[in-house]
């Protein structure tokens, strides 16, 4: 990496720190509904892209199984605990079997 690259990054970065004390306050009431949704989208997003995909390819293996066993055992209001053991071996019975 090249030293100007490294010093707009340096400058951008500070820039975005710099803008969000200037204008935090009045841009955090107007979208903290939003902001606190942002992170459990994200975390859906990553669990998706984690369970669904292989590479650049679509999957559906036991890691599929897992997720829809984790997901029916907290529809069911199961402890958390429950629902990781319930996940991890509904993944195991899957692979043991397939």
């Known amino acids: 990496m090249s030293w100007s690259a490294l010093l707009l990054l340096a400058a951008g970065a500070y820039a975005f ?3 969000g004390l200037l204008v935090g306050d009045r841009l955090s009431e107007r979208f ?11 975390f859906a997003a990553i669990v998706v ?14 890691r599929l199984v897992g997720v829809a066993a984790g997901a029916v055992a907290l529809w069911r ?11 991890t071996a509904s993944t195991a019975a899957w692979r043991a079997v397939t």
């Open 32 to 42: 903290s509904v939003v902001a606190g949704l942002l992170p459990a989208a994200l």
């Open 77 to 87: 209001r199961a402890p958390f605990v429950l629902v990781v053991l319930i996940a």
């Open 17 to 19: 720190k710099l803008i």
């Open 49 to 62: 892209l984690m369970t669904f995909t292989e590479g650049s390819r679509l999957v559906f293996d036991a």
